[in-house]
């Protein structure tokens, strides 16, 4: 009895030692997520003439942007971003008031004689440069009123305004001035550009008090978890976890998770100073400056990683989830992150092998398709390796092992939702109303881009951008926008605390809807039941990351081959009492007849 009080004290001690080895790696992981954060607010921005010069490349530009913008200053990035707006309003203004219409040259053009003669009237602008742009503008624009008559003055002045707005907004924004496009990238490779100026070329030291000491505070924390919980999956007080259960502090995670996917996709200048910081990673990698994608594709990669350790740990008696894990860790690190670089240091284009349409919505985009075949006989088997992988690698591999060998081993998205999102796979909606609004969402999803890539390939063959009534430039810009960067990433990964870990896998991917097509009508994969056995616990269909309500299936003996699910196993994982199998088998039998157990006797159901 001593003898066991003894190993039962020294178990106890052994367990308080490894959970002060966690609180130091929480601390050390804080530490460092709140130096990272913070170090957007406290650097110091100093922009040169050389940076505007370097960045701007067109001289005129840069002498117009200098002359509107004050280089002596010190900005802080919320001031910075202030200032060059206000440095493109002023220098906009001072190009209109120059080669605009002013109001004589109106007051001239509403008098002219009608009809009007469109040649007669530009003869009103002088031979100087300026009035030579102003001729031929006002050709281009204005042309359409040549032979124009029965007009009022205000009529007439009407249309010369909207005229004159033409040639500013299409005319001389573009040629002298900075579009919306050039200012938001120029914001943010002048903010990079005086950020490092901050940093002193020590973005290594930065880099090891914020992102490397979260990373080692993570892992700290997560590692002693082997001694610390018993084999199998622990569970244990889930829902009363703040984190896990919709608390305050899941809030929180998911706040931030959103913020910085608004950020990144729609104002990525106000991160600028995180880009800086892995400048050099950049440049050692693809020997380019780094990117904010360049950022989040290193930020995305180490939350594979760290939280592949904790999923590793928590499913080490599975094999199953070991090597799936691993698999996730393996695909994201190489293929999704390394590799892309790696070819752009080669000189060969950013291609993510994995990547396959309709996820990577922009595949048949003309810029991509020429870039590729530019390459020469790299690029055109990228381009060729893409289309065979949607019409021969998914139909093929799906009927084989059914979205799983997607869905749970190789997709990014996937990755990170196993991983980063395991902790809040218990949250996914198990309702028939939420089981309905997915299957309308995700193949509404589905079909906006197989309508949208119609267009674009009907734009590179004929160079016609209208189909009918789509615009094919129009509709990109939608679906990049409101799919790609707001559900993809704001809401796909953003209220992982709120909807579970597969919000963007269940309801939006239109990738995975069309592998769940197939995988419906067309696979070997079930997951088979052993109603005889079930206790109607709920694990199964409670840690269901894709919302199938699993126990009702179990419940019947009936085979589980529902479109949406994605073989994680986890619901076969959890299962007290071995009811749930993953299989591949042939389909003969895939659409068993479910059975009822009751009291008495087992009913086979017609």
Not at 32 to 56: A, E, P, R, Y
Not at 138 to 164: H, P, R, V, Y
Not at 415 to 439: H, N
Request: aromatic content about 14%.
């Amino acid at each position: 009895m001593l003898l066991l009080k003894k190993i039962h004290k020294t178990n106890h001690l052994h367990i308080i030692d490894m959970k002060k080895i966690q609180l130091i790696g929480l601390l050390l992981f804080i530490a460092g997520f709140v130096s990272f954060n913070t170090l957007l607010f406290i650097t110091q921005h100093q922009i040169t003439k050389n940076d505007v010069s370097s960045i701007l490349k067109v001289e005129s530009k840069a002498d117009l942007f200098l002359d509107n913008f004050d280089v002596s200053k010190t900005y802080s990035i919320f001031s910075l971003v202030t200032s060059i707006n206000q440095t493109y309003q002023q220098s906009h203004e001072a190009l209109i008031k120059k080669y605009a219409l002013n109001k004589d040259e109106i007051a001239s053009l509403i008098e002219s004689p009608q009809p009007i003669d469109i040649n007669q009237s530009l003869t009103i602008f002088d031979s100087s440069e300026i009035g030579s742009f102003k001729r031929k503008a006002f050709l281009d624009m204005g042309n359409w009123l040549n032979g124009a008559k029965d007009k009022s003055k205000e009529e007439l002045e009407s249309n010369i305004n909207q005229i004159n707005n033409n040639i500013i907004q299409y005319a001389i924004i573009p040629q002298f001035g900075f579009d919306t496009y050039q200012q938001k990238d120029l914001s943010f490779q002048l903010a990079k550009a005086g950020a490092t100026h901050f940093f002193h070329s020590q973005e290594i030291i930065y880099l090891l008090f914020t992102l490397i000491l979260a990373v080692i505070g993570a892992l700290i924390y997560i590692l002693p978890k082997i001694k610390t919980t018993t084999s199998g999956v622990n569970n244990n007080h889930i829902f009363n976890h703040a984190l896990k259960n919709r608390g305050w502090l899941g809030i929180l995670v998911g706040t931030w998770l959103i913020v910085f996917y608004i950020v990144l996709y729609f104002q990525p200048v106000y991160i600028s100073t995180w880009v800086a910081l892995v400048e050099p990673l950049s440049y050692f990698l693809k020997n380019q400056a780094a990117s904010p994608f360049f950022l989040y594709g290193l930020l995305y990669t180490l939350a594979v990683l760290v939280m592949g350790i904790r999923m590793l740990i928590h499913y080490r008696h599975s094999a199953y989830h070991k090597t799936r894990t691993a698999s996730v860790m393996f695909f994201q690190t190489a293929f999704a992150f390394l590799i892309p670089e790696i070819l752009v240091r080669l000189n060969q284009p950013y291609f993510d092998f994995k990547n396959i349409w309709p996820l990577d919505y922009s595949f048949f985009f003309e810029y991509r398709i020429d870039t590729l075949i530019q390459q020469g006989s790299l690029g055109i088997f990228m381009l060729g390796w893409g289309i065979a992988l949607i019409f021969v690698g998914v139909p093929v591999m799906v009927y084989l092992y059914g979205k799983r060998w997607y869905c749970s081993w190789v997709c990014g998205c996937g990755g990170l939702a196993e991983t980063l999102g395991d902790p809040y796979r218990q949250l996914s909606d198990k309702s028939i109303k939420a089981w309905k609004a997915e299957r309308i969402i995700i193949h509404s999803v589905l079909v906006f881009a197989i309508v949208m890539t119609i267009a674009v390939l009907y734009t590179y063959f004929t160079g016609e951008s209208q189909l009918f009534f789509i615009n094919s430039y129009t509709i990109r810009e939608w679906y990049g926008a409101g799919i790609g960067a707001t559900f993809a990433g704001v809401v796909g990964t953003g209220f992982y605390p709120i909807m579970g870990n597969r919000v963007w896998c269940r309801f939006g991917c239109p990738l995975a809807a069309y592998l769940g097509i197939i995988q419906r009508f067309k696979s070997r994969f079930r997951i088979t039941t052993n109603g005889g056995q079930c206790i109607s616990c709920g694990n199964c269909s409670t840690y269901c990351e894709m919302g199938i309500d699993v126990r009702w299936y179990a419940q019947r003996g009936q085979n589980i081959v529902r479109s949406s699910c994605v073989g994680c196993g986890v619901c076969s994982t959890v299962c007290p009492r071995g009811v749930l199998n993953l299989e591949v088998k042939d389909e003969e039998g895939r659409f068993g007849k479910p059975i009822l157990i009751g009291n008495n006797h087992i009913e086979v159901l017609p």
